[in-house]
């Protein structure tokens, strides 16, 4: 069965402390690995797909990167505004669904 | 790029009432479009697949005659909740594939609050 984990459950930094969020994977034949932000009572805002080990996507502050176990989401110098639930899912096989991890909760604080 | 809708935001019912959710992609046409519920404080729970011009497919455990699919255009899908109880209240979100796209990205709408009184 095609499992996501994802760590830390929650995640509370400083305004420019940077750190990284994990994202590890058991899929048979992975296809994408994905990556999308939640905020409170709206849907997940999509940010990187990833299709094979070693390579990275950036978009701001934010970068991903992908091996063939684990994912991570690496954040530099978050912001305020970079506070949300962000999840990350794979797919796998022949067909289109997506397994999610149930995210990481960060807070960045001023 | 890549916009999907949900109609409506929120909405509350009586129960034993149905509700329609329509769920359109803006700016690309969908062959897929998939459906999920989540409860507070929990990730995603895929409810069924849909494709455009046949049935949907039900996850397990999802009862097909309550939450029934339609998917007519290559742009809209609709889940509508039949006899709607408050155990159904929960925040339903839609997501689409691009069919043009090279990928399995999926695109989520806003998602739809509906509480069942």
């Known amino acids: 069965e095609d499992q996501v984990t994802q760590s830390p459950e929650a995640l509370r930094l400083q305004e420019g402390e940077s750190s990284s969020l994990n994202c590890s994977y058991t899929?048979?034949?992975?296809?994408?690995l994905f990556w999308y932000r939640q905020d409170p009572g709206k849907g997940p805002e999509f940010l990187f797909t990833?299709?094979?080990a070693g390579e990275e996507k950036e978009k701001e502050r934010l970068k991903a990167t992908l091996t063939k176990k684990e994912s991570f989401l690496h954040i530099t110098a978050p912001k305020p505004e970079d506070s949300a639930t962000y999840l990350c899912?794979?797919?796998?096989?022949?067909?289109?669904?997506?397994?999610f991890g149930t995210g990481t909760q960060l807070k960045v604080e001023l | 790029g890549a916009v999907v809708s949900q109609h409506p935001s929120w909405v509350i019912c009586k129960s034993g009432t149905s509700v329609k959710i329509e769920c359109r992609s803006l700016d690309f046409q969908a062959t897929t479009m998939f459906w999920y519920r989540q409860f507070p404080k929990q990730s995603l729970m895929l409810m069924a697949t849909?494709?455009?011009?046949?049935?949907?497919?039900?996850e397990q455990g999802v009862e097909k005659d309550k939450f029934l699919i339609n998917h007519a255009s290559l742009t809209l899908s609709t889940l509508t909740v039949t006899s709607a109880h408050p155990e159904d209240s929960s925040f339903y979100i839609c997501?689409?594939?691009?069919?043009?796209?090279?990928?399995?990205?999926?695109?989520f709408g806003p998602g739809t609050r509906l509480t069942v009184l």
């Open positions: 849909s494709n455009e011009g046949s049935k949907a497919t039900y």
């Open positions: 990833l299709y094979s």
């Open positions: 899929v048979s034949g992975l296809r994408g």
């Open positions: 997501s689409a594939r691009d069919a043009s796209g090279p990928t399995d990205t999926q695109y």
């Open positions: 899912a794979a797919s796998a096989g022949g067909g289109n669904k997506l397994t």
